[in-house]
């Protein structure tokens, strides 16, 4: 099973600011990662599939990067809605995993 | 556009089992596949496994594969997913879920069903 570590845990930030979010899988998944914002009470919403490419309708501030095992999540300048839990998703091994998951809440 | 609609909020006693449903519109179900994962309270996603739904072929994560059936109902295009044996560490939101078109990557989710096991 690949695993996927994310950092930080949780990330204090203001409104404005910029948001770099970490995830390290355990062996490659070349590019089938993905990213989800999850806010309380909802079912996950995909943001990043294919490690950068941006799911319909999510905005331009949502950008992804990296290939093989390194990847990150940058939101350019956070606004007030994005104050949510992240996860990374591999679909490259079976079964697919998620990671621990990334906090970014309001300083 | 698809949506996944599913069934109601479940108790169940330890050992007993559940039965989920996922109803599918806004796409030719035949050509789907719907997944099925579970969120424990404050914990990540996890993925339990699929069905094709046009063949049936269905495909289990380990830890479940003794325990779950998966099947669908192409006259109603609905899915469903049954877990036996139920424990206490089953209590999870459970979703159906599935893929964009052309996309590598859970897309759609249903609104999530809770389930509760408990005696």
């Known amino acids: 099973e690949i695993v996927l570590t994310q950092s930080p845990a949780t990330l204090s930030l203001s409104p404005g600011e910029r948001a770099t979010l970490s995830c390290r899988a355990s062996?490659?998944?070349?590019?089938?990662l993905a990213w989800y914002q999850q806010k309380p009470g909802q079912a996950p919403r995909l943001l990043i599939y294919?490690?950068?490419t941006r799911a319909t309708g999510i905005p331009a501030r949502f950008s992804g990067s990296g290939s093989g095992t390194d990847f990150t999540l940058t939101v350019s300048s956070l606004e007030p809605e994005d104050f949510a839990v992240y996860y990374c998703?591999?679909?490259?091994?079976?079964?697919?995993?998620f990671g621990g998951g990334t906090k970014v809440e309001i300083k | 556009q698809m949506q996944l609609v599913q069934s109601g909020p479940e108790v169940k006693k330890p050992g007993t089992s559940v039965k989920v449903s996922c109803k599918a519109s806004?796409?030719?179900?035949?050509?789907?596949?719907v997944q099925w994962l579970r969120q424990a309270r404050g914990q990540r996603p996890e993925w339990i496994g699929w069905?094709?739904?046009?063949?049936?072929?269905?495909n289990f994560a380990q830890e479940f594969q003794d325990r779950v059936t998966m099947t669908r109902d192409m006259s109603t295009s609905t899915a469903y997913m049954v877990i036996s044996g139920l424990r206490s560490d089953d209590t999870a939101v459970y979703y159906c879920?599935?893929?964009?078109?052309?996309?590598?990557?859970?897309?759609?989710w249903g609104q999530g069903t809770l389930v509760t096991v408990s005696s």
């Open positions: 806004g796409v030719t179900f035949s050509r789907s596949a």
């Open positions: 879920a599935a893929d964009g078109s052309g996309v590598v990557a859970t897309t759609y």
């Open positions: 998703h591999q679909r490259s091994g079976w079964p697919p995993t």
């Open positions: 062996q490659s998944v070349t590019t089938y």
């Open positions: 294919d490690a950068s």
């Open positions: 069905i094709v739904v046009g063949s049936g072929t269905t």
